[in-house]
Nanobody
Framework: QVQLVESGGGSVQAGGSLRLSCVAS?????????IGWFRQAPGQEREGVGG????????FYADSVKGRFTISRNNAKRTVYLEMNNLKPEDTAMYYC?????????????????WGQGTQVTVSS
């Protein structure tokens, strides 16, 4: 069983930065090779932000965050990070990490079998 725990959310002003962490357990036992980051604002659908391959570290991002968000991983610590810079009010959402066996750059949520509980990010103007 894979368990994911996010942390690092908070409230910042526009232009600020935050780093979210996703600590995963059990991913090697079930062949997980992709960690994705998603977000969901009230009344909106869940949106894929980006993802990273556990093997090799390749990353991909949604157009809305390219150049501002960076995903990285530390396999030894079983942790994936989402570094968010130049935050905008429209980035306000609950952020989730999720695990899948295969990475699809389109980040369909149904591809992910395991989800964390989320961490709130609020950006004020």
């Amino acid at each position: 069983q894979v368990q994911l725990v996010e942390s690092g959310g908070g409230s910042v002003q526009a232009g600020g930065s935050l780093r979210l962490s996703c600590v995963a357990s059990g991913w090697f036992s079930v062949g997980i090779n992709c960690i994705g980051w998603f977000r969901q604002a009230p009344g909106q659908e869940r949106e894929g932000v980006g993802g990273i391959l556990i093997d090799g570290g390749s990353t991909f991002y949604a157009d809305s965050v390219k150049g501002r968000f960076t995903i990285s991983r530390n396999n030894a610590k079983r942790t994936v990070y989402l570094e968010m810079n130049n935050l905008k009010p429209e980035d306000t959402a609950m952020y989730y990490c999720a695990a899948a066996r295969v990475c699809l750059s389109s980040l369909p949520p149904e591809n992910f079998d395991y989800w964390g509980q989320g961490t709130q990010v609020t950006v004020s103007s």
